[in-house]
């Protein structure tokens, strides 16, 4: 049973393979927490519910672990929940009022205020084999009045007696995202969030957080991921006591609702978990949990081509063509036309909008290109950004009411356009409405959905007809619900997430989204700690990598085609450089890049990653790949570097059958029998030099 309550001790327990997950009624009728970490016995730890008084001016210490409580009374950490009631009343007094399982891995707790009648319900999922748990809130209203609600989080937990308080997190910018960070939590918050409309490049909402020592093979770690899309906050609050909370969920800023009698709102699920194997054993937790939960379809991720970095706005139907005849020589798989094949679509600057084709890019229609395209062997893909629109379209013109604004304020341009108001019904149906016409008039078996610019002026006009909505909330849930529908529409169609890159990942939007694109920085080299950065929360079989050009424009930087196509391989396998001016060579080397990715995709995309090292620390990065059932191993080494003729090393390789014999392959080496505790113990010699070398190793397990 992963979930029991015992009325002896008043704890409940959600136990894992690994881990328990304990919490309980105190002396005080209030719902606290007792422990998170290795299995104990439930029932011996009866004590570690308490009430706690240290003075007046610290009059309930055990509200610093309350599992979930509202703003009201001596609580003065990070509210869970904090209204406002029709009588001006802003105090939360939430009291237990019992308990319901339901098929042995799902609880919830009913909470109810003392005097109003808002009841809160606490909702938990036990996912044991990934030692994870999943938590949302639902708030109801039974009063007769509307409640506004200023702050409602997702879920609250309590990392209890640690030595230190460590927090590894990631940041970035555009072009930078997944940058890894590492921070000693001292008393006082810190807060990680978006406020940007979108999940956002400059943070991400997943956190770790553990005692100072652990690595990627050892220690213990406690971590969560935050699945909601748009303006999110994770805050991290170590007390004077030596707790630490981390309260997740929807950002109240500028935020707050109205909850109208009898209505329900919902919070995004935030899933946290345990691991006592290190970081490592984390992300292969969370791994997993995506790949069996979270994500909409089980398909491995399909080579593809997309044509902007070929042609950019450039578009006609004949280069289209000849681009997607040198894709088919390559072994692509999917060919994706970019911006460009809409409206007056020929800069950014205009056509954003007008989702109609080109009649003079496609004198015939877009289908023209889709019979080429799939006449060759290859699916066909479109991007699109149906979220944003130029004022120089006949969208705009028509409805320049349906972007955000502020009736006494001009629009922000960012990319010159505007956002539209996705949170009004008639923008939303206008979106799904051109998607269906779109899908259902081509055969078209992928879309890139781009969003290319923050929220700013987040104003309806006329602004009072709308005072009790959450305009931010709006946006993504009519989000979720558009691709919701597009996808029962159009079973056969995958998704990728795309904003400016990285700005759009999460636990949320990754519920609808096949893949997603990590970074518009494609440089090969800047591409391994982004793609590490991101795989700490987020599994390869959802990343999407492309290769281009050396030199790259964005750094300068020359790199080998085949290291270029090694960082690549590590997720989803895209080409997008402009194919037509590769030599012979280069496109022969390219095509048996494509036929090696084939056959050790399915390790890549739905085995266990093993980051062995990396460029944060030393001047070798090296990623392992093994299958599920530890049958194939696949190895990618790079080199920054070569300094001083230095000494041998020789990379531990992890996750093998240490009794088992496998058939090492090494490119330019004779293929070698060794047993699985040998590469782990001894490791593979690592004889790159010079700068930016790489190499891909295959272990296949001998019978």
């Known amino acids: 049973m992963p979930i029991t309550y015992s009325e002896k001790t008043n704890l409940f327990e959600i136990r894992t393979n690994n881990s328990s997950y304990l919490f309980g009624i105190n002396p005080k009728g209030v719902v606290q927490h007792a422990y998170w970490g290795k299995p104990v016995i439930a029932e011996e730890n009866a004590d570690l519910l308490r009430s706690r008084h240290h003075s007046s001016f610290d009059a309930d210490v055990d509200r610093e672990t309350e599992e979930y409580g509202g703003w009201g009374g001596c609580n003065y950490a990070e509210p869970a929940l904090k209204a406002t009631f029709a009588d001006g009343v802003r105090d939360l007094k939430l009291k237990y009022e019992g308990y319901e399982i339901f098929e042995a891995n799902e609880l919830v707790v009913h909470l109810a205020d003392e005097h109003y009648a808002l009841r809160v319900e606490l909702h938990y999922k036990a996912i044991p084999e990934f030692d994870l748990v999943e938590r949302k809130v639902r708030v109801l209203n039974e009063e007769a009045e509307p409640i506004r609600i200023e702050q409602v989080m997702a879920a609250v937990w309590t990392v209890q007696r640690l030595p230190e308080y460590r927090l590894t997190h990631v940041t970035g910018r555009w072009a930078g995202e997944y ?24 943070s991400n909402p997943w956190f770790a957080v553990d005692g100072g020592k652990a690595d990627e093979q050892s220690g213990q770690v406690w971590f969560g991921a935050l699945g909601w899309s748009g303006n999110w906050k994770i805050v991290l609050e170590k007390t004077t006591f030596g707790h630490v909370r981390v309260a997740g969920g929807i950002n109240d800023f500028d935020g707050s609702f109205l909850v109208a009698p009898g209505q329900v709102c919902e919070s995004p699920v935030f899933t946290g978990g345990f691991s006592s194997a290190g970081f490592g054993g984390m992300s292969r937790n969370l791994h997993g949990y995506q790949r069996k939960y979270v994500l909409p379809s089980g398909r491995d991720r399909k080579v593809l081509y997309n044509s902007w970095e070929a042609t950019e706005f450039a578009v006609t139907v004949e280069a289209q063509k000849e681009l997607a005849r040198q894709a088919a020589k390559l072994g692509v798989e999917r060919f994706v036309v970019d911006d460009g094949w809409f409206g007056q679509r020929h800069s950014d600057r205009a056509g954003l909008g007008d989702w109609q ?73 206008f979106v799904l409405d051109f ?19 923050t929220v700013t002026e987040p104003g309806i006009s006329p602004l009072m007809e709308h005072s009790g909505e959450a305009i931010w909330l709006k946006h993504a849930e009519h989000l979720y619900e558009i691709w919701a529908e597009l996808r029962a529409r159009f079973p056969h169609v995958e998704f990728e997430t795309c904003a400016g890159g990285g700005a759009r990942i999460d636990l949320g939007i990754l519920r609808f989204a096949d893949q997603a694109w990590i970074s518009d920085n494609t440089d090969a080299r800047d591409r391994l700690t982004i793609q590490e950065g991101f795989s700490y929360a987020y599994s390869p079989a959802v990343m999407m990598c492309w290769v281009t050009e050396s030199p790259h424009g964005f750094n300068g930087r020359s790199l080998p085609l085949s290291y270029r196509f090694h960082s690549s391989m590590m997720g ?18 390219a095509k048996r890049f494509v036929e090696l990715y084939k056959e050790i995709r399915p390790t890549v995309l739905r085995g266990d990653l093993y980051r062995l090292e990396s460029f944060r620390g030393s001047n070798v990065a090296a990623y392992q790949y093994v299958g599920k059932d530890r049958n194939e191993s696949v190895v990618f080494v790079f080199l920054q570097s070569q300094f001083f003729g230095s000494e041998e090393r020789r990379l531990l390789l992890q996750g093998l059958d240490e009794d088992a014999a496998y058939e090492v392959s090494r490119e330019g080496r004779e293929t070698v029998r060794l047993h699985g505790s040998t590469l782990m113990n001894v490791g593979i010699a690592l004889t790159l030099k010079g700068d930016y070398g790489s190499e891909l190793v295959r272990l296949k397990l001998l019978p």
């Not at 006082?188 to 999940?199: M, N």
């Not at 998607?435 to 610019?453: A, P, V």
């Not at 989803?572 to 080397?589: F, K, P, Q, R, V």
């Open 572 to 589: 989803g396998l895209g080409i997008g450089a402009n194919i037509s001016h590769w030599t012979d060579g280069e496109m022969a080397e």
């Open 357 to 429: 084709v080109n009649p003079e890019k496609f004198p015939n229609g877009l289908q023209e290109l889709i019979d080429e395209v799939q006449s060759l062997g290859m699916e066909f893909g479109l991007w699109v950004e149906p979220e944003s629109v130029n004022p120089d379209s006949e969208l705009y013109r028509r409805h320049p009411e349906w972007t955000y604004q502020f009736p006494t304020r001009t629009g922000t341009q960012l990319r010159n356009q505007l956002l539209l108001n996705l949170g009004l019904p008639e923008v939303k149906s």
């Open 435 to 453: 998607m269906t016409e779109l899908l259902s008039s081509h055969e078209i078996s992928f879309i890139k959905w781009d969003m290319n610019r």
């Open 179 to 202: 940058q890894l960070r590492t921070n000693v939590l001292s008393e006082g918050k810190k807060v990680l969030e978006s406020r940007r409309g979108f999940t956002g490049p400059h």
